[in-house]
Protein backbone atom coordinates (compact mmCIF):
# COMPACT_ATOMS: atom_id res chain seq x y z
CA UNK A 1 0.00 0.00 0.00
CA UNK A 2 1.27 3.54 -0.87
CA UNK A 3 0.82 6.06 2.14
CA UNK A 4 0.37 9.84 1.12
CA UNK A 5 1.14 12.17 4.46
CA UNK A 6 -0.69 15.24 4.74
CA UNK A 7 0.13 17.21 8.38
CA UNK A 8 -1.11 20.16 9.89
CA UNK A 9 0.72 21.55 12.64
CA UNK A 10 2.51 18.36 13.03
CA UNK A 11 6.09 18.54 11.05
CA UNK A 12 6.49 14.84 9.42
CA UNK A 13 9.74 13.70 10.91
CA UNK A 14 11.30 10.49 9.55
CA UNK A 15 10.05 8.54 12.85
CA UNK A 16 6.31 9.24 12.80
CA UNK A 17 6.72 8.02 8.72
CA UNK A 18 8.29 5.00 10.16
CA UNK A 19 5.53 4.37 12.73
CA UNK A 20 2.57 5.02 10.79
CA UNK A 21 3.59 2.71 7.94
CA UNK A 22 4.85 -0.30 10.76
CA UNK A 23 1.45 -0.31 11.49
CA UNK A 24 -0.64 0.64 8.86
CA UNK A 25 1.52 -1.70 6.40
CA UNK A 26 -0.27 -4.34 8.46
CA UNK A 27 -3.36 -4.00 6.28
CA UNK A 28 -1.40 -4.98 3.39
CA UNK A 29 -2.66 -8.36 3.41
CA UNK A 30 -6.03 -7.04 2.28
CA UNK A 31 -5.00 -5.15 -0.60
CA UNK A 32 -2.83 -5.33 -3.69
CA UNK A 33 0.48 -2.91 -3.68
CA UNK A 34 -0.68 -0.35 -6.00
CA UNK A 35 -3.18 1.02 -3.68
CA UNK A 36 -3.07 4.27 -2.26
CA UNK A 37 -3.79 5.66 1.03
CA UNK A 38 -4.43 9.30 2.29
CA UNK A 39 -3.19 9.96 6.21
CA UNK A 40 -3.16 13.22 7.94
CA UNK A 41 -1.87 14.26 10.55
CA UNK A 42 -3.33 16.95 12.81
CA UNK A 43 -2.75 18.85 15.88
CA UNK A 44 -5.51 19.94 18.02
CA UNK A 45 -5.17 21.45 21.33
CA UNK A 46 -3.15 18.92 23.11
CA UNK A 47 -4.12 16.24 21.29
CA UNK A 48 -2.96 14.40 18.25
CA UNK A 49 -5.49 13.13 15.28
CA UNK A 50 -4.56 10.62 12.85
CA UNK A 51 -7.02 10.07 9.76
CA UNK A 52 -6.85 7.28 7.26
CA UNK A 53 -8.77 7.28 4.09
CA UNK A 54 -8.40 4.23 1.67
CA UNK A 55 -10.35 4.58 -1.99
CA UNK A 56 -11.03 1.08 -3.36
CA UNK A 57 -12.28 0.16 -6.37
CA UNK A 58 -16.13 1.42 -7.66
CA UNK A 59 -16.16 4.30 -4.58
CA UNK A 60 -16.31 1.97 -1.63
CA UNK A 61 -13.98 4.19 0.89
CA UNK A 62 -12.69 2.95 4.29
CA UNK A 63 -11.72 5.71 6.98
CA UNK A 64 -10.79 6.23 10.30
CA UNK A 65 -10.28 8.83 12.33
CA UNK A 66 -8.59 8.72 15.84
CA UNK A 67 -7.50 11.30 18.33
CA UNK A 68 -5.03 10.91 21.46
CA UNK A 69 -2.59 12.53 23.38
CA UNK A 70 0.18 10.62 22.19
CA UNK A 71 0.06 9.80 18.13
CA UNK A 72 1.28 6.54 18.94
CA UNK A 73 -1.47 5.41 20.13
CA UNK A 74 -3.97 7.41 17.62
CA UNK A 75 -2.15 5.08 14.77
CA UNK A 76 -2.60 2.22 16.60
CA UNK A 77 -6.49 2.96 17.47
CA UNK A 78 -6.60 4.19 13.12
CA UNK A 79 -5.06 0.58 12.80
CA UNK A 80 -7.89 -1.49 14.40
CA UNK A 81 -10.78 0.86 13.41
CA UNK A 82 -9.79 -0.31 9.57
CA UNK A 83 -9.06 -3.73 10.66
CA UNK A 84 -12.64 -3.69 11.96
CA UNK A 85 -14.27 -2.13 9.34
CA UNK A 86 -12.79 -4.86 6.81
CA UNK A 87 -13.93 -7.63 8.68
CA UNK A 88 -17.47 -6.46 9.21
CA UNK A 89 -18.01 -5.66 5.60
CA UNK A 90 -16.15 -8.50 4.52
CA UNK A 91 -19.24 -10.25 2.93
CA UNK A 92 -20.81 -7.08 1.41
CA UNK A 93 -17.23 -6.25 -0.22
CA UNK A 94 -16.51 -10.31 -0.85
CA UNK A 95 -19.80 -9.54 -3.22
CA UNK A 96 -18.41 -6.61 -5.15
CA UNK A 97 -14.82 -6.96 -5.86
CA UNK A 98 -15.25 -10.83 -6.56
CA UNK A 99 -14.62 -9.74 -10.32
CA UNK A 100 -11.91 -7.59 -9.71
CA UNK A 101 -9.78 -9.44 -7.25
CA UNK A 102 -8.98 -5.45 -5.45
CA UNK A 103 -8.86 -7.44 -2.27
CA UNK A 104 -7.96 -10.24 -0.93
CA UNK A 105 -10.42 -12.17 1.42
CA UNK A 106 -8.32 -15.01 2.17
CA UNK A 107 -6.15 -13.05 4.49
CA UNK A 108 -9.44 -11.64 6.72
CA UNK A 109 -10.52 -13.72 9.44
CA UNK A 110 -14.13 -14.20 9.96
CA UNK A 111 -16.07 -11.37 12.11
CA UNK A 112 -17.09 -13.12 15.05
CA UNK A 113 -18.83 -9.76 16.44
CA UNK A 114 -22.59 -9.99 16.78
CA UNK A 115 -24.69 -10.58 13.71
CA UNK A 116 -24.63 -7.49 11.49
CA UNK A 117 -27.93 -6.11 11.41
CA UNK A 118 -29.59 -5.66 7.78
CA UNK A 119 -32.26 -2.35 8.05
CA UNK A 120 -35.08 -1.74 5.99
CA UNK A 121 -36.33 1.62 4.96
CA UNK A 122 -38.97 2.55 7.65
CA UNK A 123 -39.75 6.05 6.81
CA UNK A 124 -39.75 7.84 3.78
CA UNK A 125 -40.27 11.73 3.64
CA UNK A 126 -40.49 14.02 0.60
CA UNK A 127 -39.93 17.52 0.95
CA UNK A 128 -39.23 20.19 -1.61
CA UNK A 129 -36.00 21.62 -2.13
CA UNK A 130 -35.45 25.36 -3.77
CA UNK A 131 -32.67 27.07 -4.63
CA UNK A 132 -30.39 28.63 -2.51
CA UNK A 133 -26.39 29.15 -1.64
CA UNK A 134 -24.65 27.21 1.19
CA UNK A 135 -24.58 29.42 3.19
CA UNK A 136 -28.71 30.04 3.37
CA UNK A 137 -28.76 26.37 3.85
CA UNK A 138 -26.66 26.43 6.50
CA UNK A 139 -28.94 29.00 7.91
CA UNK A 140 -31.73 26.61 7.31
CA UNK A 141 -30.44 23.48 8.71
CA UNK A 142 -29.53 25.45 12.10
CA UNK A 143 -33.08 26.73 12.38
CA UNK A 144 -34.77 22.91 11.96
CA UNK A 145 -31.39 21.96 14.28
CA UNK A 146 -30.55 19.32 12.00
CA UNK A 147 -27.39 17.78 11.27
CA UNK A 148 -27.66 18.46 7.69
CA UNK A 149 -29.74 19.89 5.12
CA UNK A 150 -30.39 18.81 1.53
CA UNK A 151 -30.40 22.13 -1.24
CA UNK A 152 -30.35 22.99 -4.81
CA UNK A 153 -27.43 25.10 -5.39
CA UNK A 154 -28.65 28.12 -7.12
CA UNK A 155 -25.24 28.41 -9.47
CA UNK A 156 -24.57 24.89 -10.25
CA UNK A 157 -28.37 23.57 -10.14
CA UNK A 158 -27.16 20.29 -8.65
CA UNK A 159 -28.56 18.75 -5.29
CA UNK A 160 -26.32 19.14 -2.36
CA UNK A 161 -26.04 18.44 1.46
CA UNK A 162 -24.73 20.70 3.87
CA UNK A 163 -23.74 18.69 7.37
CA UNK A 164 -22.36 19.45 10.89
CA UNK A 165 -18.90 17.84 11.51
CA UNK A 166 -17.72 16.28 15.11
CA UNK A 167 -15.68 19.51 14.98
CA UNK A 168 -18.33 22.51 15.13
CA UNK A 169 -17.50 23.17 11.22
CA UNK A 170 -19.58 22.39 8.11
CA UNK A 171 -18.96 19.76 5.19
CA UNK A 172 -20.36 19.62 1.79
CA UNK A 173 -21.46 16.92 0.06
CA UNK A 174 -21.77 17.59 -3.66
CA UNK A 175 -22.06 15.15 -6.77
CA UNK A 176 -19.67 13.96 -8.75
CA UNK A 177 -19.60 11.64 -11.77
CA UNK A 178 -17.54 8.53 -11.35
CA UNK A 179 -14.58 8.15 -13.73
Known sequence: ???????????????????AESKLHKLDKYFHDEQQARVVFKK??????????????????LRAEESNEEI????DKVEDALARQIRKHKTKLQKR????????????????????????????????IKPMDKEEAIMQMELIDHDFFVFLDSKTNNVNVVYKRKDGNYGLLV?????
Open 97 to 128: FTESNSIRFEAVEENNDKEIPTGAIVKTKEFG
Open 44 to 61: EKDKARVEVTIILDKGVV
Open 175 to 179: PGFEK
Open 1 to 19: MKLNYVTKDIKLTDDLKQM
Open 72 to 75: KTAI
